[in-house]
C-alpha cells in the first residue's frame, strides 16, 4: 500500500503519530533501564555478551525514534497510563530481584507488543519511519528469542519457578491488554483494522508461550489464562 504524504498534514494523524511515538520511547527507556538490572542473573559468557548488546540496541532504539519524532516535528506527549504502569511493574520486580516476574513483563510481554506494534504499523506510516520501525522490530525479534532462552535457561525443570512463572504471567495479563486496547484509537487514526491488531498480538503472545518450552499442561494454562482476559477485555 503506498502511503498517502498528505496524512502528515492531517491532525489527527499526527496526533495518533505523537502517541505512537511516546509509547515506544517509554518502552525503550523501560528496557535500557532493566536489562542491566538482569546482568547479575547471568552465567553463560555468549548470553552475557548478547544480553549486553541488546542493552546497546535498546539506547540507540530510543535515539531512532526521538530522532523521527523531530524529523516529524510531532509535540512531546504523555505515554499512556499502561505505559507507565509498565514502567512500574518492570523495574519494581527487577529492583526486587524476581528476575522471571521481570523479563514476563518487561521483554515477554512489553517487547512482545512493541514486536507486534512495529510489524504491523510499518506498513501505515512514512517510508522513512517505516525503515526505522523495520530495522527496530528485527532487534526486537533477537532479544525476545534471547529472553526466552534465559527465562528457560533460569526455570529449567524447576516446577516451583514452572509455578512463579505462571502466576506472574496472569497477574501481568490486564496490564498487557490494557496496552493493546490504548492502541485502538492509534489504530483508528493510522486505518489499522484494530480487530486484526489484537488478534495478531495474541497470536504472537501464544507462540511466545510455545517457545519456552514447557510441559503441556503449563503452557495449556498459560493459553487459557490468555484467552479469559482476551474474553473479558472485548
Ligand atoms: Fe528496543
Ligand atoms: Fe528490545
Redesign the pocket.
Given at each position: 500500500m503506498e502511503f498517502k504524504s498528505e496524512l502528515l498534514d492531517s491532525p489527527g494523524y499526527r496526533e495518533a503519530l505523537a502517541a505512537m511515538l511516546a509509547q515506544f520511547l517509554l518502552g525503550e527507556e523501560i528496557?535500557f533501564t532493566a536489562v542491566p538490572m538482569g546482568l547479575e542473573f547471568i552465567t553463560n559468557e555468549d548470553i552475557l555478551r548478547q544480553i549486553e548488546e541488546?542493552l546497546e540496541?535498546?539506547k540507540r532504539?530510543h535515539k531512532m525514534f526521538a530522532a523521527e519524532r523531530v524529523r516529524l516535528g510531532l509535540p512531546t506527549v504523555e505515554p499512556v497510563e499502561a505505559m507507565h504502569r509498565f514502567n512500574d511493574v518492570v523495574i519494581d520486580r527487577m529492583r526486587k530481584r524476581d528476575i522471571i516476574g521481570g523479563v514476563i513483563s518487561g521483554?515477554f510481554m512489553l517487547?512482545g507488543a512493541?514486536f507486534s506494534t512495529l510489524l504491523t504499523h510499518c506498513d501505515t506510516v512514512d517510508p522513512k519511519l517505516s525503515a526505522v520501525f523495520k530495522e527496530i522490530v528485527a532487534?526486537?525479534a533477537r532479544?525476545i528469542s534471547l529472553n526466552i532462552s534465559v527465562l528457560r535457561d533460569i526455570v529449567g525443570d524447576d516446577a516451583a519457578k514452572m509455578e512463579a512463572l505462571v502466576e506472574v504471567h496472569r497477574e501481568t495479563l490486564p496490564m498487557l491488554f490494557s496496552l493493546f486496547q490504548s492502541f485502538q484509537a492509534i489504530n483508528n487514526e493510522l486505518a489499522v483494522d484494530n480487530e486484526w491488531f489484537t488478534m495478531r498480538c495474541l497470536f504472537h503472545h501464544s507462540q511466545r508461550i510455545r517457545r519456552l518450552h514447557l510441559p503441556n499442561h503449563i503452557a495449556k494454562v498459560m493459553l487459557t489464562d490468555t484467552m479469559a482476559v482476551a474474553q473479558s477485555s472485548k
Open positions: 528496557s541488546q540496541d535498546e532504539h521483554c517487547e512493541a532487534d526486537e532479544h
